[in-house]
């Protein structure tokens, strides 16, 4: 399986394609992070001329190659034997439909190293005044003691509608995304 990745997001473009295919039109949210609060808006193509990566996966390797940060990059990395999420925040709600927690690895986009993650669906609660399935994603082991999120998801549709956490070294504020109005 090869997978090319946006580098604004971290997503393998062709599941940014699917994704954006599947939710049939731009999606807007708003970023609130202490005092900075920024607009994002989800296209169906995001494009980078710094980064163009294609990944595949074979017998439990990774082979990585292409430009990443505008360099030349090739390189292997070992499967942790877990499925690959590249970005949780465009599958979790489904994923978790049907179970309560999974663990997944990723690539960090801004250094490309294997992390195994955690997610957890902890129930429904109320994002904006609607109800929203919360799943908390973190890292595994005992670093996850040091980082953890929410992603929240529409209860009918399981689309992402929400984040929180912090995004950064202690005394960084949290962040929060929501659908924007």
Known sequence: MEQRFCQSCGMPLVELFLAAFAM???RNYISICGKTKTSIKWTEEHKSSNTNLSISLNNGIYSISGKFN?????????????????NIAYNAGLTLKNSKSVEYECFRPDNMKLYTMSAVKKGTEKLDGKNAVRI????????????????YFDTSSLMFVGYKGV???PGTPETKISVAR
């Open 136 to 151: 908390e994603v973190s890292l595994t082991g005992f670093m996850s003691a040091f980082w953890s999120c929410d992603y």
């Open 24 to 26: 049939a039109q731009e």
């Open 70 to 86: 505008g360099k030349q990059i090739s390189k292997k990395v070992k499967s942790k034997g877990k499925p690959w999420y590249q």
């Open 167 to 169: 995004n950064g070294g």
